[in-house]
């Protein structure tokens, strides 16, 4: 069964196709989008040795000459190094500015090769092809691509809208469960800043933290909904001029944490799910939100396996220092996202450095 969402943008709309057993249709699905002939799939070695005979094999049977590369996998390896490295191998292959970068990975490879894609020849096609359930519901979508700078993620980037997303979700049965988990991160997410329904659905099920206990009707609303949320708030803010800054609830923190870990103690959901337990704290201390509907965020995210205090040891004044330097920084003040009702978020600047030192004092 395909589900197809709309990422209807001003200047290129795009589709979302989440559909189990698909991954071996990517040749003919881009074959409809009339692209050049020349392909770049990128990956990691996990992911290529799944799956990267079944992407090559498809986009070759539909006309495409496919070269194939990879990049280490992690957070660490998100560096401008690893650009470089892409560009090579398209310089070596000719890429032109009618073809394709093909990203087959998780978050890490998706933000890499949408950057690469950006910024070579001035901006060449991207194809999202996630394989985590992370990339899935949130990073694969939107065109926002980026590597991190050693002082903070994301730091250097460029907006690049993919001309087409696939989600097998077969390739679930594959994750490991600790990427399944950093990607329930995201899924909350979209319950506590958009859709109430889906957040009723999480409570629901007994268990958030492994597939086998995820209903296949549950896994399917988690995949359309969340996609459904991430293309509604980019159709009505592209790049970021205000609504889509909901995206970033639990962020705030959670990139602080993750810069102040190296990216390597932390998967980014992992760090986002302690972020919203800090902004939710936050949210509440300033009278914005119920302590009980804190309270059910973070039993949600318990669900979920994911951690809901500060790792052991981490200075929490590096972190109030850390987050002067987050992207979303706007005349020297931090903006935050907080929760006012389930389904429903503010952003604000009247968050004092007292306010946040207050909350992960206690975490």
């Known amino acids: 069964m395909t589900s197809v969402i709309n990422v209807n943008l001003p200047t290129q709309s795009y589709e979302i196709a989440i559909a189990p057993a698909s ?14 002939k020349k392909v770049l799939l990128v990956s990691n070695p996990t992911i290529f040795k799944h799956f990267g005979k079944i ?11 496919v070269a194939s590369y990879c990049l280490p996998a992690g957070e660490r390896y ?3 190094n690893s650009i470089q490295k892409l560009y090579d191998i398209a310089l070596e292959n000719r890429l032109e500015r009618s ?9 890490v490879i998706g933000d890499m090769t949408g950057f690469a894609a950006a910024t070579w020849l001035r901006g060449i096609n991207v194809v999202q092809v996630p394989t985590t359930l992370l990339a ?20 250097i980037g460029a907006f690049h809208q993919p001309r087409f997303v696939l989600i097998d979700t077969q390739v679930l049965k594959t994750l490991p469960v600790r990427e399944l988990r950093a990607g329930m991160a995201e899924v909350i997410k979209y319950g506590v800043i958009w859709d109430a329904e889906l957040f ?6 007994k268990r958030l933290d492994q597939l086998r206990y995820i209903k296949p009707e549950l896994m399917d609303a988690i995949l359309t909904r969340s996609c ?11 790049k970021e001029g205000g609504l889509r800054a909901i995206l970033n609830y639990g962020h705030t923190v959670g990139h602080a944490v993750e810069s102040l870990t190296n990216y390597r103690l932390l998967k980014h959901g992992e760090a986002v799910g302690i972020g919203m337990v800090a902004a939710g704290q936050i949210a509440v201390n300033l009278g914005l939100w119920q302590q009980a509907d804190a309270d059910r965020q973070n039993a949600l995210i318990e669900k979920a396996g994911l951690p809901t205090k500060l790792p052991a040891g981490l200075d929490i004044e590096g972190i109030i220092e850390a987050l002067q330097l987050d992207k979303k920084v706007k005349d020297g003040k931090v903006r935050f996202v907080l929760p006012t009702q389930i389904g429903v978020v503010t952003v ?6 007292d306010h946040i030192r207050q909350v992960l004092q206690k975490m």
Request: net charge negative; hydrophobic share 35%.
């Open 23 to 36: 991954l071996d249709q990517i040749g003919q699905s881009l074959a409809g989008l009339k692209l050049g």
């Open 55 to 65: 992407a090559v094999d498809s986009l070759e049977a539909a006309g495409f000459q």
């Open 78 to 80: 998100k560096t401008l």
């Open 99 to 107: 073809s394709t970068m093909v990203a087959l990975g998780g978050g």
């Open 136 to 155: 899935m519901v949130d990073s694969a979508i939107g065109g926002k691509t980026g590597v991190n700078h050693p002082h903070g993620k994301n730091l």
């Open 200 to 205: 009723n659905q999480l409570e629901q099920s």
């Open 228 to 238: 459904q949320a991430k293309a509604d708030v980019v159709g009505k803010d592209e």
């Open 348 to 353: 604000t600047d009247e968050v004092t450095s």
